[in-house]
């Protein structure tokens, strides 16, 4: 059974920072493609960060590009997001998904795991 568990969300003031984390189980975590997605209230859901399992390339939204950083540890089996630079804007429930593709990453429906979410609020 697949289970990806989201960590580290919670409240932080604008400009600041946070690292949310996921740990994975259930699946060959190096055969996987992980990502980030978020969704707000009434908003749609948002890509945010990815990476190829294959490559290693990582991939971010236009609003997140050059604050936040997606990376693995493939021997804890988690992905993480750092996310810097915050502003209310990223208030969001953050998913953590998984992925055997190895394209197309931006796109929701490539993604056959995900996780429960965990709550980001940026205040102002």
């Not at 949310?20 to 990502?35: D, E, I, K, Q, V």
């Not at 749609?44 to 971010?60: G, H, K, N, P, Q």
């Not at 953050?94 to 429906?109: K, P």
């Amino acid at each position: 059974q697949v289970q990806l568990v989201e960590a580290g969300g919670g409240s932080v003031q604008a400009g600041g920072s946070l690292r949310l984390s996921c740990a994975a189980s259930g699946l060959t975590f190096s055969r996987y493609s992980m990502g980030w997605f978020r969704q707000a209230p009434g908003k749609a859901r948002e890509f945010v960060a990815a990476i190829s399992w294959s490559s290693l390339r990582t991939y971010y939204g236009g609003s997140v590009e050059g604050r936040f950083t997606i990376f693995t540890d493939n021997v804890k089996n988690t992905v993480y997001l750092q996310m810097r630079s915050l502003n209310p804007e990223d208030t969001a429930n953050y998913y953590c998904t998984a992925s055997r593709q190895m394209a197309q990453l931006r796109d929701g429906e490539r993604y056959d795991y995900w996780g429960q979410g965990t709550q980001v609020t940026v205040s102002s």
